[in-house]
């Protein structure tokens, strides 16, 4: 009862920070996984990535910096979380 | 006096049952997919949550603060909110559900304020804006967000050697997992330390507007440290293997996703629960690669996290009551004799379908996925 009458009164949730949640959840993610996909990409173009039992794969140094270069942007966004929850009070 | 340090005891039982409830969140899909072994994940896990509860110390907001009533929180309706949160931890961790701890915890309060001071106490739209709309939001918002980042992940390796996908994935599960123990770290320990200072104000022991003492703050995060690598295996058997059958870019996807929505909400401080921001991120994972998802599971946790708050409640409401009806101290040495009985008999009774690190990865099986050779060594 307490609950349906704070309902029809007062607003329930501050739909424009969910919003938010929602858009940055997605920009976030999505960026973070899509950037270290792409690094493995390079890296497994670069063939430095490559067992022996995958055969025989040219030595391909652009791919090798293009690789860790994705992969320590995301390392960076990763460390600007750890930034968000250090400050979030 | 009793029943300030019993009040402190249960606490940090409470903190301890928090962290082995939510050890899952963070490590069950590393632990399904192999990134990492079982005990190396809950170390990590325990060392994350370790630094992250000490890595924001500003324990102000406290569990209460905007659902009930502050001048009619009490040290016994602290008590009881803590005995209610204990026991939904300990029933859905032998259920092997993931359900909210913050949840529960709020509901204990709120049954224990109910008998204490009556519904007027309650903030209900404080509890409909922190508990309700997020509990819904939560696990559709990262379903959603999983559901894109998996497709994605998929899509952009296809040219990928599968041995560097496993492997790379692998790696990224492991800090994204981390990431999401330290943010589980920072919010839950405090939540205790939180409890355990509006217990001390309550009962006079320190000022309403002092800071939170160092013994509480070093004993929640050593509590909330120890119970996650004790590591609640029934739980991340239910997370990792019952949704769907995780592979590691979906579970990189997944810890990625539930990693930035809840360092999203925690940034415009709206409380989503990592239990349900996680469990949707696994399920999300699921749909994003066009994988079925065991909706009769996932089924069975929506239902216990609709009932968490009114059972949690309920108990809470009980202790609350048993208390008022035997005296302060005495009432509060009976309902912890009663709690630890129902602790130890699910405890005992767990123990007939034991779930450990040497089986937490086996085939699910529908009838609840603990139906393994009994192990005796140290199961959670």
């Known amino acids: 009862m307490g609950i349906l009458a704070a309902s029809s ?7 424009a920070d969910m919003g938010k949640i929602l858009l940055v959840g997605i920009v976030g993610a999505a960026l973070m996984v899509f950037i270290y996909s792409l690094g493995l990409v390079c890296l497994s173009w670069s063939g430095y990535a490559h067992t022996a039992d995958d055969g025989d794969h040219p030595r391909n140094l652009l791919g090798l910096i293009l ?23 | 006096m009793v029943i300030l340090v019993m009040t402190v005891v249960l606490g940090l039982s409470f903190d301890f049952t928090n962290g ?7 490590m069950a899909t590393s632990i399904a997919t192999g990134a990492l072994k079982p005990r190396v994940a809950v170390g990590i896990s325990a060392v994350a949550n370790l630094v992250g509860a000490f890595l924001s110390l500003s324990v102000a907001a406290t569990i209460a603060k905007g659902i009930v009533d502050q001048n009619s929180v009490t040290v016994e309706v602290v008590f009881a909110g803590l005995a209610g949160g204990i026991a939904w931890n300990v029933a859905t961790w032998y259920l092997g559900i993931p359900s909210s701890s913050s949840h529960a915890l709020i509901g204990g309060v709120i049954g224990a304020t109910l008998v204490n001071a009556g519904r007027h106490a309650v903030i209900w739209q404080g509890v409909a804006s922190k508990v309700f709309i997020p509990a819904i939001f939560a696990p559709i918002i990262a379903a959603a967000v999983a559901a894109l980042a998996t497709w994605l992940a998929y899509r952009t390796t296809t040219k990928v050697v599968d041995q560097v996908k496993a492997t790379g994935f692998r790696w990224g599960q492991a800090g994204t997992a981390t990431l999401v123990s330290l943010a589980h770290g920072t919010n839950d320990a405090q939540k205790t330390m939180g ?31 120890a119970g996650t690598y004790i590591g609640g295996w029934r739980i991340i058997r239910t997370l990792g293997k019952g949704l769907i059958e995780i592979e590691s870019p979906q579970g990189f996807a997944a810890e990625a996703t539930s990693a930035a929505v809840i360092l999203s909400s925690s940034h415009y401080g709206i409380p989503l629960s990592t239990t349900q921001v996680c469990s949707g991120s696994v399920v999300g994972a699921g749909l994003g690669r066009g994988q079925p998802v065991r909706w009769s599971v996932f089924g069975r946790m929506v239902v ?42 699910i405890y005992l009774l767990s123990r007939k379908s034991a779930v450990n690190p040497d089986n937490v990865n086996d085939e699910w099986d529908d009838k609840g996925g603990a139906s393994h050779e009994p192990a005796y ?4």
């Open chain 2, 304 to 345: 216990t996290w609709v009932v968490t708050l009114p059972a949690a409640a309920a108990v809470g409401a009980l202790t609350f009551a048993v208390i008022r009806w035997i005296g302060g101290d005495a009432g509060a040495i009976v309902m912890s004799i009663v709690l630890g009985i129902f602790c130890g008999g």
């Open chain 1, 67 to 89: 690789g860790c270069l994705c992969l320590l942007i995301v390392v960076g966004a990763a460390v600007y979380g750890v930034y968000i929850i250090f400050n979030k009070h």
């Open chain 2, 195 to 225: 409890v355990l200072t509006l217990a001390l104000v309550a009962n006079h022991n320190i000022a309403p507007d002092a800071t939170t003492p160092d013994w509480v703050i070093i004993s929640c995060a050593i509590a909330i440290s």
């Open chain 1, 9 to 15: 009164s007062t607003q329930w949730v501050d739909w």
């Open chain 2, 377 to 380: 060594d140290s199961a959670a």
């Open chain 2, 20 to 26: 082995f409830h939510d050890s899952a969140n963070a």
